[in-house]
């Protein structure tokens, strides 16, 4: 189970580009169409994507479901400039431009605003890269450093994770994915409204990978040796947040 408590928001996981197409379909969009894109990742207010200094790609929950992305790293891969590399130790690496892959760090990565790379390792490879995708509206990456604005962790790259935001209205929806290999995962959010100006808004995700019994060999004192592995997981992530306004202040819990 990951879980992170994120500026009062208990959050945990989800990708095409904001234009929503293929990386090619850029160069065909028209000028006034790219000034419409809106990014929070590049500086500290909103602007267009046309007028950012940074390489900033937008990956919506619309994107990623319909590329059928699982995971994370699943959602950013056919972004330019990224690539996934496997560290000794498990996980998925996402790096950005053809970064040193022998390190884990160089790139950081936020949910709401909140950092949640590990001191231990620059990352969050192995404490939270499995946050699942129907809890998250939205991704943001900036290609290139950002230290500046999200610490020493930003040195090519930045990752924005923005959970599930809906405060207007009451909804619910709920989702179920079966795959290969024996792959299933469940989700549910939805928003309760009280009166005009408070809401209680959740999502969960939760994923499961049966037994793969993956066969392997090794050497074994001039023979081989032959061995084989699970590669199971079960995996979960939610986030719960309260959300309202008192004559002129809003409050987030």
Not at 107 to 114: C, E, H, I
Not at 172 to 183: K, L, M, P
Not at 189 to 200: A, E, K, V
Request: proline share 4%.
């Amino acid at each position: 189970m990951s879980c992170v408590l994120v500026s009062g928001c208990l959050g945990a996981a989800a990708g095409t580009d904001a234009w929503g197409g293929d990386a090619g379909d850029f160069f065909e969009l028209a000028p006034e169409h790219l000034a419409q894109l809106k990014i929070t990742a590049a500086s500290a207010f909103t602007e267009s994507e046309l007028d950012s200094s940074a390489t900033v790609s937008v990956v919506t929950r619309e994107d990623w479901e319909r590329r059928g992305a699982r995971t994370l790293p699943d959602a950013v891969l056919h972004l330019p400039g990224v690539m996934l590399l496997e560290p000794p130790d498990g996980g998925m690496l996402i790096q950005v431009r053809s970064y040193d892959s022998t390190s884990l760090r160089g790139r950081a990565t936020l949910v709401d605003g909140v950092p949640i790379n590990t001191f231990a390792f620059g990352s969050e490879v192995f404490s939270n890269a499995e946050m699942q995708l129907p809890v998250m509206d939205n991704l943001q990456l900036v290609r290139g450093p950002s230290s500046i604005l999200y610490g020493s962790d930003a040195v090519h790259s930045a990752l924005l994770l923005s959970t599930y935001h809906h405060s207007e209205s009451d909804n619910f929806e709920a989702s179920a994915d079966s795959g290969s290999r024996n792959y299933q995962r469940l989700a549910a959010r939805g928003t309760q409204t009280f009166g005009i100006d408070q809401s209680l808004q959740f999502a969960v995700g939760a994923a499961h990978q049966g037994d793969q019994g993956d066969n392997y060999s090794y050497p074994l004192g001039g023979a081989v040796g032959k061995a084989s592995r699970e590669e199971s997981y079960n995996i979960g992530t939610g986030i719960v947040r309260w959300e309202g306004r008192a004559q002129d202040v809003g409050y987030q819990l």
